[in-house]
């Protein structure tokens, strides 16, 4: 197959998947992981798509649900970034939940030896925490997602309400002004969905490349939303009206 043909069929894919993984493409063409790297590279460059350490992605659609190994290796720093600035806001002795984000999952790395109640229903989270002497954890169980490494549905919803909490941080795939903040996940959706009313304070942890976006599902306004942490500086329009939604801003 041309090179010109294999990455034709390679936006096919990815404007269908909306993520993908190296090593899946190397064997769809029966190519190397090297070949299939080149292709993603210049994909990147002509601005198509954005590459991570195993695969690439794109944001386009409503229903864009990027696969775990790709989002975990995603803006990494900038997750790093806004876990450190979350960890200002976290105060020992806090009752915390952090939800299956990747950005959540920094949170956890951060905060690890603070003297905190921490809930979460993120395996990656768990497995991270749970030999913390320090951290009273707190698993909520259900089913269990592979491809999000979480636990989610009905259980995991019904035992969230035993919860109550001083500080939610939570994740989304998209920020709009004109329609909130929304998801791609419906599992991963309704536990936010539910969160948002479990806690006295509300944090949206939400890198530079979810504004201005909106997704398949609605979680909420910003009426709820006590603050939001992000990795850059906001246009003065974002700044404007996160002012007149009473939502604090920490870059």
């Not at 999000?148 to 909490?165: R, S």
């Not at 329009?237 to 002012?243: C, E, V």
Request: net charge neutral; glycine share 4%; proline share 2%.
């Amino acid at each position: 197959m041309l090179a010109v043909t294999r990455k034709g069929k390679i936006k096919e894919i990815i404007l269908e998947k909306k993520s993908i993984t190296v090593l899946e493409l190397s064997k769809f063409f029966s190519v190397t992981e090297e070949t299939i790297r080149r292709d993603l590279k210049q994909l990147e460059d002509e601005g198509f798509l954005t590459r991570t350490y195993g695969g690439a992605f794109i944001q386009d659609g409503v229903g864009n649900n990027v696969d775990l190994t790709i989002r975990e290796t995603a803006y990494i720093e900038n997750k790093q970034n806004i876990a450190e600035k979350c960890r200002e806001i976290i105060k020992n002795g806090d009752s915390i939940f952090l939800d299956s984000s990747t950005t959540a999952y920094q949170i956890a790395k951060a905060v690890k030896n603070m003297r905190l109640t921490v809930a979460s229903n993120s395996l990656l989270i768990i497995n991270e925490l749970c030999e913390k002497e320090n951290i009273h954890l707190v698993t909520l169980g259900g089913a269990y997602l592979p491809d999000d490494k979480a636990f989610c549905g009905n259980v995991t919803l019904k035992n969230l309400e035993q919860y109550y909490f001083d500080k939610v941080f939570m994740s989304c795939r998209s920020l709009s002004m004109e329609h909130g903040i929304t998801d791609s996940h419906e599992p991963t959706a309704s536990i936010r969905q539910s969160l948002i009313k479990r806690s006295q304070k509300v944090y949206i942890v939400a890198d530079f490349s979810k504004f201005d976006k909106t997704s398949f599902l609605t979680i909420s306004d910003f009426a709820p939303v006590t603050g939001l942490v992000t990795d850059k500086p906001l246009n003065q329009k974002w700044l404007d009206f996160l002012s007149e939604q009473n939502v604090e801003i920490f870059i």
